[in-house]
């Protein structure tokens, strides 16, 4: 007879933290959010390190290139989706990789003999005010100038005019070579009193440009989680039906890290593949799931996972418990898996972090995951609300929504991860929606961490693992839960001053 596990399965809605003693030296800025990535050995720093516990999900409608590099920039990582051609992900991988902190691709290109209308239409389209005057109009051709909102009027000049008639020449320019340093060029910026400084190849094409307004927003990310050669890392997806030729290309990409994406990952397939990239491939470390107990993580742990995912189900797009009945509620998961996480470590000597994959609906649930053993979250619904994700910013009557779907969505059109069987989806295990838009991805971030870390506060801890060592988790009952939410009629607008 089937077995049964007498175990409630419990979200994150169910438990709540009670506050600890809180130190003097315990305050948000003495908060170490850095986390452990991938497999290591206890008391050795990891290969791979996060400077704050979150990723993205490997989903089309959350981790772009653009959202890979913001997350980047704010100590996380994104994994780039795998429902894509093997020559597009590599490629999104470069262009992560290739990223220079300061240094911008230029997105307003024009050709000299351009007009000035036309110029003016491309500056009010991207939003910036300087443009590159390049010998083919794009954002690598050859540089001829430079021109901006301050070298012509459209009131003032004959909008039918060529740009080069109001362009600064190249001759007259200041400029660098591909070898200059972000220190070197903010120096010359300064020295200089310049606006902007190109970075030209030794044939003159353009590669980047280098701004003085950027100077201080390098500043607002100290906390970057870069490679040895000081660039962003990224993680890219892969599945068990084409990894022989998705990971080599990913990995020769640049790629830092990779993660089997399954629905179910406790799999002999998902075993298999593991087995595979740690033998032709073993400087990418690898993670694998989606798993919901502890008998699965061992079973990724010993075919080589380097981390494992936990989740099945709780997504806010998935409906797999919907149809198959398959599943746990994310807290038991993470409190199950987490138990053997640290039963793996003794006995073998090693410590593979765990990612809690789903079922975070709001910012306290993040505290939560951690606290109940997750070494790192990931979220697909939380970051596909941002400018930098896919997906196509709408307006309604109350505001503005973000596109969201799922990979088990007949949109999305990703049949292998579900293995239903033929050549397609046989039936849906994910939807097509819509999100509130949030803005921006660092705004929203710096949010969230800001709240994490007063929570630790609260909970005397400084690190995330004594974070997890001294919390203290209390089950909620419906009345507890409603309690915790405001009881007043709130108040749309200000009062009016006296």
């Given amino acids: 007879m089937a077995q049964i596990i007498a175990e409630v399965s419990r979200t994150f809605n169910e438990f709540l933290l009670l506050p600890n003693r809180t130190r003097t030296d315990c305050s948000p800025a003495t908060v170490d959010l850095r986390t452990p990535l991938v497999r290591h050995l206890p008391g050795e720093a ?8 979150f990723t993205s999900a490997i989903m089309q409608a959350v981790s772009t290139p653009e959202l890979a590099i913001a997350l980047a920039r704010n100590g996380g990582l994104s994994f780039l989706h795998h429902n894509q051609p093997v020559q597009d992900q590599a490629a999104a991988v470069r262009q992560v990789k290739n990223f220079k902190a300061g240094f911008v691709t230029s997105d307003t290109n024009v050709r000299p ?14 939003g910036h005010s300087t443009a590159a005057v390049t010998h083919d109009g794009t954002a690598a051709g050859r540089l001829l100038g430079l021109v901006t909102s301050r070298d012509f009027h459209p009131q003032r000049h004959d909008l039918d005019g060529p740009v080069s008639g109001r362009m600064t020449a190249i ?49 607002r990310f100290p906390n970057q989680a870069v490679d040895a050669a000081k660039r962003l890392r990224v993680g890219a997806g892969v599945n068990t ?10 990995v020769e990409a640049g790629a830092d890290v990779l993660c089997f994406d399954s629905s179910d990952g406790y799999s002999d397939w998902q075993a ?15 993670g694998g799931g989606n798993v919901v107990d502890g008998e699965a993580f061992t079973f990724l742990a010993e075919a080589g996972a380097d981390f494992v995912k936990v989740g099945v189900g709780g997504g806010s797009i998935c409906i797999t418990r919907d149809q ?48 109940m ?15 930098q994700a896919a997906g196509a910013k709408l307006p309604t009557r109350d505001g503005f929504v973000k596109e969201y779907w799922g990979e088990g969505s007949n949109r999305a059109r990703n049949w292998q991860r579900y293995g239903q069987g033929g050549q397609g989806l046989v039936f849906e295990e994910g939807v097509d929606g819509y999100v509130p838009y949030a ?57 009016a001053l006296a």
């Fill in 46 to 53: 990891p290969a791979i390190e996060l400077h704050s516990p």
């Fill in 113 to 126: 003999d351009d007009s000035l209308g036309r110029l003016a239409d491309v500056m009010r389209r991207t």
């Fill in 171 to 219: 001759a007259d320019l200041a400029h660098c070579g591909p070898d200059t340093t972000l220190s070197e060029a903010n120096a010359r910026l300064w020295d200089e009193r310049l606006d902007c400084l190109p970075v030209l190849d030794a044939e003159g094409h353009l590669q980047h440009l280098v701004f003085r307004s950027d100077y201080t927003d390098n500043k």
């Fill in 272 to 286: 298999q593949a593991l087995t595979w990239v740690k033998k032709h491939h073993p400087e990418i470390p690898v």
């Fill in 324 to 371: 198959k009945g398959i599943g746990r509620g994310q807290a038991s998961a993470v409190l199950d898996v987490a138990a053997a996480r640290d039963a793996f470590r003794e006995r073998t000597g090693e410590y593979v972090p765990i990612c809690s994959d789903g079922g975070l609906v709001h910012d306290y649930h993040v505290a939560l995951a951690l606290a």
């Fill in 439 to 495: 803005g921006d991805l660092n705004e929203g971030l710096a949010l969230t961490i800001a709240k994490l870390k007063t929570t630790m506060v609260s909970c005397g801890s400084t690190t995330l693992p004594e974070f997890q060592s001294t919390a203290r988790l209390t089950l909620v009952s419906d009345q507890s839960f409603q309690e915790s939410h405001a009881n007043v009629t709130l108040r749309d607008t200000p009062p």
């Fill in 241 to 250: 039906h084409d990894y022989r030729e998705r990971v080599p290309a990913l």
């Fill in 373 to 387: 053993g997750a070494d790192f979250v990931m979220m697909g619904r939380y970051f596909a609300r941002f400018d």
